[in-house]
């Protein structure tokens, strides 16, 4: 029989290795990708009915990517800090289920709630303990071991440090605030919620806070804010979810959701005040303001024409001039104020 | 088994314990103390000895009992109630820890303050009376037991408390008269034959007994009968506890 060459058998090995290697390398991609479309929260069908039979959720489902600052809206008993505090483990959901980090809260909720920190609404703190103290102490109720680096480096991102040592009920609120946050990202969560994190609180604090929000995207921690400060939401989100009623009625990139459902206004300062649009201009969107002294043009955005060009030459055709005009756009507050309007 | 979250919430348990010494500590031992010149030295003297034991040894382990039950409550029940009063509670929801974990934690470190302190209150009461203790193994199996066991009680009215009132009530309202009809200051030889049988129902009777057995090797009850019972209440303390946490009572929406 005759033998297989050595340089042949060796060949086919060298090349079954690049096989293996290739394989092992699209694996490997293969993973990332999942990961990367694994979103950090999926919540499906959620619902809750609290005891008193008052229904908070009406079979919620949301899925909140990784890496992003989602931010979710609603008036004021809508069900944000219940869809919240389900997903964190505080309330028990009446039917559905919510997966952090593909893990089911309930189930694996070791796996899930170790990958979540909280700061909720209230500001509820061990009055007292000390800065350090409470902060290694949610460290360690996260099934973290110590680590006074990793608590140095939180305290002084939220200028703490200076207070590491003292009692909470002497700090402000503001700075109780910051406490909270540090409490929260003791553990290094990857998912964080902020629960009305700036209610309370003054300019400058919610700058800094804003900047350490922004640093921990950047890191890739996912981020779930609530807010009535719709100017936050705008400046922060990628991504806005509006909930209204127990049920989310909208989610959007926060962008796309602008240029969707946000209008132009352009507002014309007239030379001579009017007192009716004259018949030709009648049908074009056009309104009087300020007793006729401004012609107020409403258009969509989305739309192939705004029409301003045909409207100027009609202004100029009627002979109507102008002094000054100005353009803008509607805030997010704007959009939400009339979704929410639109539910009722 | 999340020991992190167990070491967590028992030091911070245990830091409240020191940080409140006076109250935890001092304010027991100095009432007890009361206890022994008014009951020991000032009344005790004009009394017999009961089965061979002078009145003031007699009621040591009574007294310690006394404390160790109201102490264990106290904290265990305290220890729990505040985070879910201040709301602080929310964290420990929101934590990787199972219910076994919690109790362990909370009601270890509630154990450990009352042990202690029952330590404390027997060397206090060696300044006052000799003292003898026939088992001394039997003696701290039994100040164990019973620490635990209350503390665990301690833990569900402190779940069970909806305000501070709540909080005082079960062990203002039942555990001191069980305690002061328990035989703490009496062997229940003393009562008439009804009032031997009534007390029977309380459960104090059979910790009192047992612990002054571990003291003096004498007892109301067998020593075996008491053990039994105390194990039966900690059963029962286990098995409620274990339902609180299954459905949530009163503390999940």
Known sequence: MPQPSPYIAKASSTRLSFRVLICCKRVLANHKKLLAMQPAISVSNLSKTYASGFTALKSIDLEIKHGEIFALLGPNGAG?????????????????????????????????????????????????????????????????????????????????????????????????????????LSHEPQILFLDEPTAGVDVELRRDMWEVVRRLRETGVTIILTTHYIEEAEQMADRVGVISHGEIILVEEKAELMRKLGRKQLTLQLQNPLETLPPELASQGLELAEGGHELVYTYDTQGERTGITGLLKDLNDAGIRFRDLQTKQSSLEEIFVNLVRKQR | MNFYAIRAIYLFEMARTWRTLLQSIVSPVISTSLYFVVFGAAIGSRISEINGVSYGAFIVPGLIMLSLLTQSISNASFGIYFPKFVGTIYELLSAPVSYLEIVVAYVGAAATKSTLLGLIILATASLFVPLHIEHPVWMVAFLLLTAITFSLFGFIIGIWAGNFEQLQLVPLLVVTPLTFLGGAFYSIDMLPPLWQKVSLFNPVVYLVSGFRWSFFGISDVNIGISLGMTLVFLAICLVTIWWIFRTGWRIKA
């Not at chain 1, 893990?103 to 694996?108: A, Q, R, S, T």
């Open chain 1, 80 to 184: 944000k800090t219940t869809l919240i505090s389900i997903i964190c483990g505080i309330v028990n959901p009446s039917s559905g289920t919510v997966l952090a980090e593909g893990h089911d809260i309930v189930k694996d909720y070791r796996a899930a709630r170790s990958r979540i920190g909280l700061v909720p609404q209230e500001l509820t703190t061990d009055a007292f303990e000390t800065v350090w103290a409470t902060v290694s102490f949610s460290r360690g109720l996260f099934g973290k071991p110590a680590n006074p680096a990793h608590v140095e480096k939180v305290l002084k991102d939220l200028s703490l440090w200076d207070k590491k040592d003292n009692k909470i009920i002497t700090l402000s609120g503001g700075m109780k605030r910051r406490v909270m946050i540090a409490k929260a």
